[in-house]
């Protein structure tokens, strides 16, 4: 993909596939003037998609993600109410004692998969925490985690066979959506500071959050916060494994650890491209996009963009400053933002110190085109 994106690239910002109508993004400033327009460039793709199971619980319904001015607005100051940055703040020393034992349970194996022992569980066991789920049901809910996942990826679910595990996917699923609405009920009887709890309370000009609305949005959250920060792990542990001089870099200076992070959501971005559909016609980079089109932001591409990033095929972690757009841009920036980067950052720290040397064995990568990471990867460890 990385060769053709340049490719592409190079020879135009804007490109219009012809075969399939769609329009491509390359270029950086040409992606910020779309995501910039979202009443040209809309994210509410309802009137194409097939219409919904009415029996499988639909989780993606009406989420921020999807949803357009000015009702968008409405509820992102909604949820914002509940996932503050403080609230991700006062959740650092959490994150590092989950850290702590994830890394303890390895034990003194020399060799384990960083995503299956680490990066997987780490985000996951934060996001319940944050929610307010009970350590008792974690399995549970990392279950479901890997249910929803299972929509648009074949992973194995079902086969632990215990007790809440049976069922088929929307059997399962309806499962998860009476638990999270029990939890919302609970609370609305008895408040709680809790991100379900926050959700129930977030009020805006009287307007307050649905049942249905609560459960959509942590079951959003558990799908957005755990499988792109488990990316991010495994995209930062490869980059550094290519790159040994920048580990030295950043092991000498550990105020370094915010800005390798920045350059490998940047290098390698855990989402490799977005859509937008165009409700009226635009011209971008002199480019006529008439309406009833799909745009294709490639977040890879325009974060290569030598207009904007000098040496942009170099892996740099003391880059400045460093604009990437793997967190998207405008109104839909990620709200997650801040919990992605506290927890890689938290964890990055973590593995450096435990390891006076980290190798990198051969990785299992996940085989879908919009996301860029690894489903598996040994690591051959040396302790301090
Ligand atoms: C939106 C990427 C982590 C929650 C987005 C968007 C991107 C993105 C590209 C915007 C989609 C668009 O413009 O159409 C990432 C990456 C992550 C990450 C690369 C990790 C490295 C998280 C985490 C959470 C989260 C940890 C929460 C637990 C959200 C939410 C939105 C969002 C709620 C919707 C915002 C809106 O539409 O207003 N994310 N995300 N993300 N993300 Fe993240």
């Given at each position: 993909?990385?060769?053709?994106?340049?490719?592409?690239?190079?020879?135009?910002?804007?490109?219009?596939?012809?075969?399939?109508?769609?329009?491509?993004?390359?270029?950086?400033?040409?992606?910020?003037?779309?995501?910039?327009?979202?009443?040209?460039?809309?994210?509410?793709?309802?009137?194409?998609?097939?219409?919904?199971?009415?029996?499988?619980?639909?989780?993606?319904?009406?989420?921020?993600?999807?949803?357009?001015?000015?009702?968008?607005?409405?509820?992102?100051?909604?949820?914002?109410?509940?996932?503050?940055?403080?609230?991700?703040?006062?959740?650092?020393?959490?994150?590092?004692?989950?850290?702590?034992?994830?890394?303890?349970?390895?034990?003194?194996?020399?060799?384990?998969?960083?995503?299956?022992?680490?990066?997987?569980?780490?985000?996951?066991?934060?996001?319940?925490?944050?929610?307010?789920?009970?350590?008792?049901?974690?399995?549970?809910?990392?279950?479901?985690?890997?249910?929803?996942?299972?929509?648009?990826?074949?992973?194995?679910?079902?086969?632990?066979?215990?007790?809440?595990?049976?069922?088929?996917?929307?059997?399962?699923?309806?499962?998860?959506?009476?638990?999270?609405?029990?939890?919302?009920?609970?609370?609305?009887?008895?408040?709680?500071?809790?991100?379900?709890?926050?959700?129930?309370?977030?009020?805006?000009?009287?307007?307050?959050?649905?049942?249905?609305?609560?459960?959509?949005?942590?079951?959003?959250?558990?799908?957005?916060?755990?499988?792109?920060?488990t990316l991010l792990l495994g995209n930062a542990m490869l980059a550094f494994?290519?790159?040994?001089?920048?580990?030295?870099?950043?092991?000498?200076?550990?105020?370094?650890?915010?800005?390798?992070?920045?350059?490998?959501?940047?290098?390698?971005?855990?989402?490799?491209?977005?859509?937008?559909?165009?409700?009226?016609?635009?011209?971008?980079?002199?480019?006529?996009?008439?309406?009833?089109?799909?745009?294709?932001?490639?977040?890879?591409s325009a974060n290569r963009d030598e207009r904007v990033f000098t040496a942009?095929?170099?892996?740099?972690?003391?880059?400045?400053?460093?604009?990437?757009?793997?967190?998207?841009?405008?109104?839909?920036?990620?709200?997650?933002?801040?919990?992605?980067?506290?927890?890689?950052?938290?964890?990055?720290?973590?593995?450096?110190?435990?390891?006076?040397?980290?190798?990198?064995?051969?990785?299992?990568?996940?085989?879908?085109?919009?996301?860029?990471?690894?489903?598996?990867?040994?690591?051959?460890?040396?302790?301090?």
């Open positions: 993909t990385l060769a053709w994106l340049t490719a592409k690239r190079d020879a135009a910002p804007l490109w219009h596939d012809e075969t399939t109508g769609s329009f491509h993004v390359f270029g950086h400033p040409e992606m910020i003037e779309i995501l910039s327009d979202p009443a040209t460039f809309s994210s509410d793709f309802s009137a194409m998609a097939p219409p919904p199971d009415p029996d499988v619980p639909n989780f993606m319904e009406a989420s921020l993600t999807v949803t357009d001015p000015p009702r968008h607005g409405q509820l992102r100051k909604l949820v914002s109410q509940a996932f503050t940055p403080r609230m991700v703040d006062r959740l650092r020393t959490r994150i590092s004692e989950v850290t702590g034992e994830l890394l303890d349970a390895v034990g003194d194996r020399d060799r384990f998969d960083l995503v299956g022992d680490v990066a997987y569980p780490l985000p996951v066991i934060v996001i319940a925490e944050m929610l307010g789920i009970p350590a008792a049901d974690r399995d549970l809910f990392r279950h479901w985690a890997e249910l929803l996942l299972s929509n648009s990826e074949n992973t194995q679910v079902g086969t632990l066979g215990e007790a809440g595990y049976t069922g088929d996917r929307a059997e399962q699923l309806r499962r998860m959506s009476d638990y999270l609405l029990e939890h919302a009920r609970e609370r609305r009887k008895q408040p709680r500071d809790d991100l379900i709890g926050r959700l129930v309370a977030a009020e805006v000009d009287g307007e307050r959050l649905t049942d249905q609305q609560i459960i959509n949005f942590s079951a959003f959250l558990l799908l957005a916060g755990h499988l792109t920060t494994g290519e790159h040994p001089d920048q580990v030295t870099a950043v092991r000498d200076d550990p105020g370094l650890i915010p800005a390798a992070i920045e350059e490998v959501l940047r290098y390698r971005p855990p989402v490799v491209f977005l859509y937008r559909l165009t409700k009226q016609p635009a011209t971008i980079g002199g480019v006529e996009i008439p309406a009833g089109r799909i745009v294709v932001c490639w977040i890879m942009a095929e170099r892996f740099d972690v003391g880059r400045q400053p460093n604009p990437h757009l793997t967190f998207s841009h405008g109104i839909h920036f990620c709200l997650g933002a801040p919990l992605a980067r506290a927890e890689s950052a938290i964890a990055l720290r973590a593995l450096l110190d435990r390891f006076a040397d980290i190798r990198c064995g051969t990785p299992v990568y996940h085989q879908k085109p919009d996301i860029f990471g690894v489903r598996e990867l040994p690591l051959d460890v040396r302790r301090a």
